[in-house]
Every structure is written in C-alpha cells, then in structure tokens.
C-alpha cells in the first residue's frame, strides 16, 4: 500500500511525480495539477505531499504519510476554498507562511485546491512567491484547465495533467477503498462520469441516487413554457436540497464549536456582544460557503441532465458507444427519437451555456429558465 493506492488511471502521473520524489534533480519549486472535475486533482497534490514528506518516498503507512494525506501534518498546508473566490489577504498569509523553513518534514508544502478561484489580486500577490521561491518550500496548485490560471502563475509551475479515470477503475476503488458492493458501485461510477468524489456520494447516499433520477426525468417532461419554468425551478430547488444536506450539520457543528470555544451557553437566547459579533461573522462566512456550494450542486445537475441528451445523440446517430444512462434507456431512446441530431446539439449547447452564465454570477434561476425554454419537446412523450 503506498501513498497513490486512491489515484486511479493515473499511471503517467504517478510516475512524473514519483521520480520527482525519488530524484530532487527532477523537483521544482511549484507544480500545476490540472484535470477535469473528479480526476483527483487534490488527491494527487496530497499523495505527492506525502511522499515528499515520507523517508521512504510514500510507504502511505508512516506517520508523514498518514497526517500530510489527512492534512494534518505541521509542514503540509492544504488551502480548500470555502467562498466564491481566494481573497488576496489569505494569499498574503500564505506567501508569508511559505517562507518559513520545514519545521519537522523535509519539505514545506502549500496545496491550494481551487487556485482558478484566486482574484486578480490574489493571483498577483502569490505570484511574487513564485518568482522568488524559498527553498525547501512547493507550491501545489489546483485548477481544471491551465486557462483557468493566469499565464504568469503557469509559467513558472511544472505542469502535470490528470485525465479522466475509467468508469471500472472508479468502481474498483469504491469496492476496495469504501467497501460498496460491485454492482452498485458500476453504477455509480457511470452515472457519476468517472467523478470519484460524486460516484462516493451516490454510491452511499441513496437520497442523491434520487435526486439525480428527478433531474433526468425532467429531459422529457419539457412540453410548454409552463413546463419549462417548472422545471427551472425544481432544477433550483434540487440544488438547494443538496446543498442543504451537505452543509446543514456541518453548519451546526461549527457554531457549537465557537460557542464552546468562546465559553458560551449554547442554549441562552441571547448572547453578550463580542459573541454576537462572532457569530454573526461564522453565519456570513457560512452563507458564503452556501453559496457556492448552491452553485456547484446547480452545476452538477447540469452535467446529469445534458448526459441524458448525450446518450440520445449516441442513440439517434447509431454511435457503437456505452450509454451514461442506460437504466434510463427508455427515456433516452424517446428523446432520440423525437429530437434530430442537430436539435440534440443544440440542447447541449443551450446546457452549456446555462452553466457558463451561471459561473459569471447569472442568478442561477434566470439562466436555468433561459435554458429550459430551450429544451421544450416537440409533444408530450408520457413518460
């Protein structure tokens, strides 16, 4: 067992970063990981990490192993954005804190898990960390696509590129790493698009397992205005259900946690004023994580509901391809069915969109209403 057992149809990456490990003549002081959502972008960055750390180059057995893949490893700081965006003081703390020297490992290590989320300013200031490098410290940072960070952070960053795991690799490891029963866990990995965190989910969460049927239901449902506004909003409200789920008893336990911190009752009406304000400073940071989160769920409901269009198009053009969806090969087959190929395109592309607007901070509501009127069926298909 060793500190990459999680990174799955990563073989290349394994071996750029394991020779990095074994030879610092291959290291560099900043490292770029990109790759599509559910890659293991993050998992790669704390396993190299790890092994950075580990006297026998990520045995995943080791002290160093366990806290730098826990995050709780003195030298390994592990930055996940909670808000919209990476706001320049916390990326000034950071390039102060890089230029402190390892204090028990042999390496300093800072992870930023969504370096696409820094601002213009941020980017700028972390920037200057990189063009003047501190040694015994490696940046790794996160990001989709190298377009999403600017070209002067790219330049000066090694680049290594995940791909897309396979769906029986993804099922493997969640039979293996989470104990799920094989046919289970093919379906989720299908269904999840290969997305390793998001195939976990719906492989242990059977209320996401439902959630999601409700969004590709909604693929033929779509007849009139009405309709399309109707399901604009249940599109909306499956988000916020979602996102409630995963946030709600975090959210709880944070505030608990301050109270107890702050030594207060927990079940007084009224707190004294420094409590207050402390709150209410948690409640902000909190609405802004919900936010985002609100966001990212809307997101992912696109991307299950244009998979559904995807399967039709792989269906109408007779393409020898695996369905995403083939527990919905009716619903599939009748979008097909009823819908050219180029009108099929034309949904996606509207999906697309949807998503983009969404992502330049369209309320979410408008740009899923513009979107389904887009989607509207020729007849109802009584499905």
Avoid at 38 to 45: E, I, K, L, Y
Avoid at 74 to 95: P, Y
Avoid at 193 to 212: C, K, N, P, V, W
Wanted: proline residues 4%; charged residues 30%.
């Amino acid at each position: 067992m060793t500190v990459w057992r999680d990174l799955v149809g990563q073989e290349p990456t394994v071996e750029t970063l394991s020779r990095a490990v074994r030879a610092e003549a291959s290291m560099t002081h900043a490292w770029l990981f990109t790759g599509p959502p559910g890659s293991g972008r993050s998992t790669a960055a704390r396993a190299f990490a790890a092994a950075l750390q580990c006297p026998e180059g990520g045995c995943g057995e080791c002290r160093e192993c366990r806290t730098a893949l826990d995050g709780s490893h003195a030298d390994v700081k592990v930055v996940a954005t909670e808000g919209l965006s990476i706001q320049v003081r916390d990326t000034r703390d950071l390039v102060q804190e890089s230029a402190l020297r390892p204090s028990v490992g042999r390496w300093r290590v800072i992870i930023i898990e969504d370096a696409d989320r820094l601002t213009e300013r941020a980017a700028d200031a972390l920037l200057k960390a990189l063009e003047e490098p501190t040694p015994r410290t490696v940046w790794m940072l996160c990001a989709p696509s190298l377009e999403d960070v600017i070209i002067t952070i790219r330049s000066r960053s090694r680049h290594v590129r995940l791909r897309t795991p396979s769906v029986h690799a993804v099922a493997e490891l969640l039979e293996r790493r989470d104990g799920v029963d094989a046919p289970m866990a093919l379906h989720a990995a299908r269904a999840a698009q290969s997305h390793i965190g998001l195939a976990r989910r719906l492989a242990r969460d059977e209320g996401a397992r439902i959630r999601r049927r409700d969004v590709i239901a909604m693929a033929t449902k779509i007849v009139g205005v009405g309709d399309a506004v109707d399901a604009a909003a249940d599109l909306a409200q499956i988000a916020d259900e979602e996102s409630t789920a995963s946030t709600a008893e975090r959210d709880a336990a944070e505030r608990s946690r301050l109270l107890e911190t702050l030594g207060a009752d927990p079940t007084a009406r009224t707190q004294p004023p420094h409590i207050r304000s402390q709150l209410a400073a948690l409640e902000k940071e909190q609405r802004t994580r919900a936010t985002r989160h609100a966001r990212d769920m809307v997101d992912r409901s696109l991307v299950d509901l244009m998979s559904v269009y995807r399967d039709a198009l792989v269906v109408r053009l007779g393409s020898n391809v695996d369905l995403i969806n083939p527990d919905a090969i009716d619903r599939v087959r009748s979008l097909g069915a009823v819908f050219s190929a180029e009108q099929l395109l034309r949904c996606l592309d509207a999906i697309t969109e949807a998503r983009e607007r969404i992502n330049a901070n369209v309320p979410p509501l408008l740009a899923l209403e513009a979107m389904a009127l887009q989607l509207r069926v020729p007849r109802d298909l009584n499905l």
